[in-house]
């Protein structure tokens, strides 16, 4: 039996196997993933994201517990580009296991960012693909750090979930640039903490100001404590809400054009590179270009251009 | 006066300038580069990378005052992929101007990660081209986060400083794969601390199972206590020792054709996925893969081989 014909079956070492060899980037993992396609696009998809310490994992947690009472399968995709100093991903799933570790209804992967050109993008992505034709009802997306490469990782998932936290310092400052826009949900977390009602307080201002001009769906601000689960059936609430609104408004449309496209630009740049390698390598063009760049023959940007133009049909006019 | 002719002479709003606009991926910042390209390749690149708290602005502080001392021009690039939370890379350039700000010697840039697809490995290397250029001697590349995309920017360097720290758990831990061996010296930051002869005993021990069959440079361990700076005439030393090795063995030719090969794939990647796209777009080609994906028709796999076969020369055999 293929391993893509095992993970169908509920496999989960199957699953786990499939999910290595695609961050491996091996080859076979391909055709497998192929076998999978028509199976997926049936889970639904939370992203979690935040700055460091404000209890990203312990949300996810909480969400999972009361999605398991619910009877449903859950996947947890962790990335954590993290990994190659501080091991935190292993540490991360450490603890994770303790609570759900025995459960059958949870499959938790960490990722680490592996490889280079949006690696850790593709894989992340292949591994929601996988969770999705195993069964997994709902994925949480978990971003574990906090570059780029996560925000744009995260903002494919069809809910994303913002936190926010009092004390690491003005809450303006901690949600600038990039993601105010991502968030369909803020959630302030240790709500027990002082300065939680300042930080839903700033943040709903923010949204006043920013959103002036803004159609559809407005974030909410939702207080939750992590430890007690207090705030998190409103979560849940507003979770569904958020689902319900995406199904049947444009802007559900035009986010799941733009997660097409962003998947298949991913896949392109994978399959581009490699192809493009491959070709210039064998026909030695690539020593070629490499003898002259070490002889400083010609500037890389010049030659990247040439080659890309080389080997690409019809060349756009200049 | 061009951009790229301005910057040759010197002028530092020119360079900065220059290095925004190909961090924006600005196509007018190609044609500056490559008139800047025959005046580089003089500068020598530092790289220091740790794990958060390690103490790397400080050691990066105290090499830039040695060398000011000798009149060297210096350029930091600090890239700090955690911008959109934290807003690290501006509070980090903030305290660094306090001490250097009013020095014309030295020049600090701070990245963040912009755009997909390597864009900041390809935006870090843009930047040291720049300042090489601008005439700095000593480049000081310098990683604040600790992803894997940070890891292969830093190993692109000349001399690879690697940070470990007492107090942030088991030092092995710390410096697991891929770490060890993109080290060219070892840094034991605050060597005043309690731990600091165990992580150097540690790593010690470690290198000697790790290289027991490595051949050449084996990276020293070197203490240095950040802000008396005892210990960074010592590194100073062992620098100029690694620079005067990597000149004359194999090793530093096998680094430099590596550096080579690093950067002509990025840039060839940003190319062809440019290229590309807008080939695609122009054809239509894109608009009706999406619209593939969109009824499900065929799996976003097979669609992106089948777009990369399409748009490149000769195809390699299956």
């Not at 695609?22 to 080859?27: F, H, M, S, V």
């Not at 947890?76 to 292993?90: E, L, W």
């Not at 030659?303 to 019809?314: K, R």
């Amino acid at each position: 039996m293929s391993l893509a014909e095992r993970v169908l079956r509920g496999d989960p070492r199957a699953a786990a196997r499939l999910i290595s060899m695609a961050e491996d980037g091996d080859p076979a993992a391909r055709g497998e993933m192929e076998t999978l396609y028509p199976h997926t696009g049936r889970a639904y998809i939370v992203g979690v994201t935040g700055p460091p310490g404000s209890g990203k994992s312990t949300l996810v947690d909480q969400l999972t517990e009361r999605w398991r009472q619910e009877g449903k399968k859950i996947g947890i995709v962790a990335v954590d580009p993290s990994s190659p100093f501080t091991g935190g991903a292993i540490l991360a799933d450490r603890i994770r296991m303790q609570r759900h570790g025995t459960d059958e209804g949870v499959f938790i992967r960490s990722m680490a960012s592996r490889g280079q050109m949006g690696g850790l993008a593709r894989a992340s992505y292949d591994a929601v693909q996988v969770l999705d034709a195993f069964g997994c009802e709902m994925i949480l997306l978990e971003t574990v750090g906090v570059g780029q490469d996560e925000v744009d990782i995260v903002r494919t998932a069809d809910t994303v979930l913002v936190l926010a936290v009092p004390g690491l310092g003005d809450s303006v400052q901690v949600l600038k640039a990039g993601i105010m826009e991502i968030a369909d949900i803020f959630v302030v977390g240790k709500a027990d903490l002082e300065g939680a009602d300042q930080v839903g307080r700033d943040l709903a201002a923010l949204q006043e100001i920013e959103g002036g001009g803004r159609q559809g769906w407005m974030p909410p601000v939702i207080k939750v404590e992590g430890l007690s689960g207090s705030g998190v059936p409103e979560l849940l609430r507003v979770i569904g809400e958020h689902r319900e609104y995406m199904a049947r408004s444009v802007e559900g449309e035009v986010r799941k054009r733009r997660r097409l496209e962003t998947h298949l630009e991913q896949l392109l740049a994978g399959e581009l590179m490699e192809q493009a390698l491959e070709s210039l390598r064998r026909s030695g063009k690539w020593e070629e270009a490499l003898a002259r760049l070490g002889r400083r023959d010609c500037d890389p940007y010049r030659l990247a251009q040439e080659l890309a133009e080389q080997i690409l049909v019809s060349p756009p006019s200049p």
